[in-house]
């Protein structure tokens, strides 16, 4: 009876090992260090790279026209500021 006890027990081993083998084996080395594939792209509305460049050049179009009312503003201010009609007369023209 020792003897098939000690052949179940190396059965067993032998069993276990292949167990491991198959389950964490070469096969399973590949599937971990493979980079994932890439999403497939449908549209344009998919694609992160073309959403960040739109919201990029909308970002740079509202600046644009925000500095463009800034100039437009200050422009506007200067010319009323040169333009400006006096309502007092000055203090160095005789009065009649």
């Known amino acids: 009876m020792g ?14 090992i292949v167990l491991v083998w198959k389950a964490f084996g ?7 260090q ?3 594939e890439p999403r497939a792209i449908k549209g344009p509305d998919d694609d992160e790279e073309f959403l960040w460049k739109i919201e ?13 009312q800034r100039e437009e503003e200050e422009r506007r201010k200067r010319a009323e500021e040169r333009y400006r009609d006096p309502d007092t007369p000055d203090d160095d023209q005789p009065v009649d």
């Open 3 to 16: 003897c098939m006890g000690r052949l179940l027990l190396v059965l067993l081993i032998v069993v276990a």
């Open 26 to 32: 070469p096969k399973t080395w590949k599937r971990n």
């Open 34 to 36: 493979a980079t994932p």
């Open 56 to 68: 990029k050049d909308r970002f740079k179009e509202r600046r644009a026209r925000e500095a463009a």
